[in-house]
Nanobody, 122 residues
Framework: QVQLVESGGGLVQAGGSLRLSCAAS????????MGWFRQAPGKEREFVAV????????YYADSVKGRFTISRDNAKNTVYLQMNSLKPEDTAVYYC???????????????WGQGTQVTVSS
């Protein structure tokens, strides 16, 4: 089992920045690719970004490419999502997830956090 706890969400004005963190415990963190997803009210959950187990590979949804950066610190068992140039349409609950299997950019995500709310005002 892997337990994931997100933090760092909040209210920010359009154009602002937030950094989300996801702390992992349980099984070896560095064995897993880590992803961020989000779900806006009335919409399905969507993929945001994924990072390989080593941190050497990253992949982003087109909607966030160039604005968001995913990173990880395996020594701290933590994955981050730096969000810049935020837009009102980025408003959602953001979830982190741990996945395994191939390919690394599309693993099977077995473990999920409880989510953190991000609200971007216009």
């Amino acid at each position: 089992q892997v337990q994931l706890v997100e933090s760092g969400g909040g209210l920010v004005q359009a154009g602002g920045s937030l950094r989300l963190s996801c702390a992992a415990s349980g099984r070896t963190f560095s064995n897993y690719a880590m992803g961020w997803f989000r779900q806006a009210p009335g919409k399905e959950r969507e993929f945001v970004a994924v990072i390989s187990w080593s941190g050497g590979g990253t992949y982003y949804a087109d909607s966030v490419k160039g604005r968001f950066t995913i990173s990880r610190d395996n020594a701290k068992n933590t994955v981050y999502l730096q969000m810049n140039s935020l837009k009102p349409e980025d408003t959602a609950v953001y979830y982190c997830a741990a996945g395994s299997g191939s390919p690394w950019y599309s693993p099977k995500f077995d473990y999920w956090g409880q989510g953190t709310q991000v609200t971007v005002s216009s």
